[in-house]
């Protein structure tokens, strides 16, 4: 069983930027890819971006250019950059890590981008 833990989110302008965090313990052994993902009120849980294993990258259209996904091995964590901050880019961000026969989230940070 991995646990995941969120950090990092709150209240920010619009053009700003935040980092979020997501730690898993105990480790990510058998953990293949690692993702954030985000639901906003009213809406499904739609994914933001993935890093697997290999450092490979991907990203939804509309944070392109904007966010950056990357993982600390050594501290089993994953991280996601965020930067020029829209109010489209409101929503709750859950952590996510795939395994073979394995799914696990974390409990969701709030964003909330507003003037």
């Known amino acids: 069983q991995v646990q995941l833990v969120e950090s990092g989110g709150g209240l920010v302008q619009p053009g700003g930027s935040l980092r979020l965090s997501c730690a898993a313990s105990?480790?990510?052994?058998?953990?293949?890819?690692m993702g954030w993902y985000r639901q906003a009120p009213g809406k499904q849980r739609d994914v933001v971006a993935t890093i697997n294993s290999g450092a490979s990258t991907n990203y939804a259209d509309s944070v392109k250019g904007r966010f950056t996904i990357s993982r600390d091995n050594a501290k089993n964590t994953v991280f996601l950059q965020m930067n020029s901050l829209k109010p489209e880019d409101t929503a709750v961000y859950y952590c996510n890590a795939r395994g073979f026969m394995a799914n696990y989230w974390g409990q969701g940070t709030q964003v909330t981008v507003s003037s």
């Open positions: 105990p480790s990510t052994f058998g953990i293949n890819v």
